[in-house]
């Protein structure tokens, strides 16, 4: 199937039991490769989470599908635009949860923070009383965040009920209100479920994420400094949702900045200043046969389809 410039990029997620998630697999997986959608959905017994891409007409066929699900016809979903192809291939995976936090008594269907629409958010921040925690990994904040925002520098979603356990009381200290974000709300959902299990009322998230209110918030009235990362080949987004300029690692998943790239750690497929102490020998030789059996497929024109990262968000 051929897809006309521009593509429909969607964003969606849905809290909401599935009693056999892998019933649910084939059919919509189905349907995405016949109608040409590419992209990820995660598919568990709390829910579906994912971003997938194609044309607009293909897009809504597949988030009808999903909407006749059980409990999904309010399903969440963020719209954006994309010049090319963001995706290599369609996955529908099944999970143990939608969104790895690793709290299994944490429900967001049964407590979660208050919900601030975009227009309402930066006087929330603003306000002194009000603690604010950017709850996405530490590759992703690097790239950008809310101006004032706690960056808990964790490395996954796993990692952030310790840090917050840990850090509590100093976090915490003179303040009244704690108002989380994340990419497309997803982890929010998670994470203010789990403060409201700790004990804390005042509570909010910034409803639809960052994509939200980086389409919605003119670039003037702006609290956001930055890009935000996207788990695509767009690999950041702007104000209006514009792509960015930065690029992958395709060693480690990781955003790469022009400066990064004049950094002698960097060899294009192969390593960047951030994973170059990361990984061996062995396996930078791996990623070097990788990133040249992909040269000579572009030199014939075909698409060699390498390591893809799955979206928590």
Not at 193 to 213: A, M, N, P, Q
């Amino acid at each position: 199937m051929t897809e006309t410039s521009p593509i429909t990029v969607a964003a969606l997620y849905q809290f909401t039991p599935f009693d056999d998630p892998a019933a649910i697999r084939g059919p919509l997986l189905a349907l995405c490769e016949e109608v040409g959608i590419k992209g990820t959905l995660l598919l568990a017994k709390e829910g579906i989470n994912g971003t997938i891409a194609g044309g607009e007409n293909a897009i809504q066929q597949v988030l009808e599908h999903i909407r006749a699900l059980p409990g999904c016809a309010t399903l969440d979903v963020k719209f954006s635009t994309a010049d090319e192809m963001p995706f290599h291939r369609m996955k529908v995976r099944l999970k143990r949860e939608i969104v790895t936090m690793g709290e299994p008594d944490i429900d967001p269907r049964a407590s979660v923070g208050r919900y601030v629409d975009p227009h309402e958010w930066n006087a929330l921040i603003t306000d002194p009383d009000t603690l604010v925690i950017d709850t996405r990994n530490d590759y992703e904040v690097a790239v950008g965040t809310f101006k004032g925002a706690v960056d808990p520098h964790t490395a996954s979603f796993r990692e952030f009920p310790q840090w917050f356990r840990e850090h509590r009381e100093e976090l915490l200290e003179g303040k009244k209100k704690v108002a989380m974000f994340c990419t497309g709300g997803i982890r929010c959902e998670k994470s203010t479920s789990f403060l409201r299990s700790e004990g804390i009322d005042e509570v909010y998230h910034l409803k639809g994420g960052i994509l939200r209110y980086l389409e919605e918030i003119p670039q003037e009235e702006s609290t956001w400094d930055g890009d935000c990362f996207v788990f695509d080949e767009r690999v950041t987004v702007r104000h209006g949702l514009e792509q960015g300029e930065y690029d992958l690692c395709r060693a480690c998943r990781r955003p790469v900045s022009a400066q990064d790239k004049a950094s002698d750690a960097y060899v294009e497929g192969v390593s960047c200043p951030r994973c170059i102490n990361e990984r061996s020998d062995e396996q930078r030789a791996r990623y070097a046969e990788r990133q040249r059996q992909e040269e000579l497929a572009r030199r014939r024109g075909d698409l060699h389809v390498g390591a893809a990262p799955d979206s928590d968000d």
